[in-house]
């Protein structure tokens, strides 16, 4: 595709019409309340929760494209200067409310761009969501599919949703005498709520603006902002610390969980002494480590343990309930697509792999010029390297070491923030990304 026709995600360039995937801020960077460069499509649930992240924005401009559903659009060729038609497809890429994929049929071709998706091979929605796809591409093959690469790494294999989220319950249900909290985003995760509170019978506590969100999401009854009514708490993300859960239990035995595709682990105060003892992603790592209370961590056992729950501190668990495709999901994908061309949506400095090292061999037409290969190869070398230096270390991925740099009130609690930032890299127009969504 030309040029100066569409965007997807991307905000900087001059388009003549922009395509936004869903609401997490990796995919909003660059966006505001300003905005005026051009319509702006995107479905039904992301228009709704559109004016919580951007209550300024001029709302003309926001096109809804139902979700399985083909529109055309008219534009223009830059080259050529003659006009053109597209029909885009919206697909559910069942990542977080509002999630689409987008397919785009027209003189370039075929190009299929996922934005963040998870499709299980158990999930009816998926199945849906592969039916409309097929259904929508006929006789055409994808030329070219950018794929959300977040987890592309064969180290990553984690069972389906319904699974992990009966692995919180089990462990909610395990400490029947704790308070819990649970770290989750602004938005994403709902089903793992929902499924907590409907087999404990159980409201859930939410912050204020999560609140907001979960009624317009049509969610009323089961969430409050009443620490009264519940044991169950899920705080945002970037709360859940080693030094929030410690503040805790010095007054009520609480237990944290975190549901994350990446491997938590605990950091202790004596790995980084100018640092809060905080919650950090260790990557595949090959060495084992104690922590100042003595608590071992094998960090071999990573390898294998991505699939299941693991409790990493005394006080916490990492449930491997992921929003984003695993590896396995991943080749599956493209398997169906057979695309001539891959491009993964997103680099990252903790677990960057470019799709065609794996999976080059899938594409209808080889990606894989002499000059590319080296590319490739260098780029595997970059990510070994980093690999390596957090297998030593497990000093991970941080762009910034942590800071106490903001205080909010949960429960009545003074919650300290620890916030982790992560760099993302995107191969089609730079973005950065933080901790917060790469769930
Ligand atoms: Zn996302």
């Given at each position: 595709m030309e040029r100066g026709m569409i965007s997807v995600d991307q905000w900087s360039e001059r388009s003549q019409a922009y395509f936004l995937t869903h609401l997490h801020s990796d995919h909003t960077k660059?966006?505001?309340?300003?905005?005026?460069k051009g319509p702006l499509f995107c479905s039904p649930v992301t228009a709704k929760l559109f004016p919580v992240k951007f209550?300024?924005?001029?709302?003309?401009l926001l096109r809804v494209l139902e979700i399985g559903s083909s529109h055309l659009l008219s534009l223009v060729?830059?080259?050529?200067?003659s006009k053109t038609t597209v029909q885009v497809t919206a697909i559910d890429?069942?990542?977080?409310?509002?999630a689409s994929m987008y397919l785009f049929q027209g003189e370039f071709g075929c190009v299929l761009y996922t934005g963040d998706f998870r499709w299980e091979a158990t999930s009816e929605r998926a199945k849906l969501g592969k039916d409309k796809l097929l259904n929508a591409l006929g006789n055409d093959k994808v030329d070219l599919l950018y794929i959300d690469?977040?987890?592309?790494?064969?180290?990553y294999s984690f069972p389906p949703r319904e699974v992990a989220a009966q692995q919180v319950v089990d462990i909610i249900e395990s400490h029947p005498e704790h308070d819990i909290i649970i770290g989750i985003d602004t938005l994403g995760k709902e089903d793992l709520l929902l499924h907590i509170s409907r087999t404990l019978k159980t409201k859930i506590w939410v912050w204020p603006e999560r609140l907001q969100t979960m009624h317009l999401l049509g969610?009323?009854?089961?969430?409050?902002?009443?620490?009264?009514?519940?044991?169950?708490r899920a705080v945002p993300r970037y709360s859940f610390s080693i030094d929030t859960l410690e503040g805790l239990n010095s007054m009520r035995s609480t237990i944290g969980i975190m549901p994350s595709g990446l491997p938590w682990v605990w950091r202790s105060?004596?790995?980084?002494?100018?640092?809060?003892a905080s919650f950090s992603i260790c990557h595949s790592a090959g060495s084992k480590g104690s922590t100042s209370?003595?608590?071992?961590?094998?960090?071999?056992?990573l390898n294998s343990k991505s699939s299941s729950a693991r409790?990493?501190?005394?006080y916490a668990y990492s449930v491997p309930y992921s929003d984003h495709s695993c590896f396995g999901e991943i080749e599956e994908f493209i398997k169906l697509v057979q695309p001539s061309k891959i491009r993964g949506i997103v680099s990252s400095s903790f677990s960057y792999t470019n799709p065609l090292y794996h999976?080059?061999?899938?594409?209808?037409?080889?990606?894989?010029p002499e000059q590319l290969g080296k590319k490739v190869q260098k780029e595997e070398e970059n990510a070994r390297t980093v690999q390596t230096k957090s297998a030593i270390?497990?000093?991970?991925?941080?762009?910034?070491k942590p800071k106490r740099d903001r205080t909010l009130k949960a429960g009545n609690l003074r919650v300290y923030r620890s916030r982790i930032s992560v760099l993302r890299r995107v191969r089609c127009g730079a973005k950065i990304v933080e901790m917060d969504n790469i769930d």
């Open positions: 660059g966006l505001s309340s300003q905005w005026s209550p300024e924005f001029d709302f003309s060729s830059p080259t050529t200067g890429a069942h990542h977080c409310p509002g690469n977040t987890y592309c790494n064969p180290f969610l009323y009854d089961i969430f409050t902002t009443d620490t009264s009514l519940t044991r169950v105060l004596e790995e980084n002494a100018d640092s809060p209370d003595g608590l071992h961590v094998d960090r071999c056992q409790r990493y501190h005394p999976f080059s061999h899938l594409c209808g037409v080889s990606q894989l270390g497990c000093s991970e991925y941080r762009e910034t």
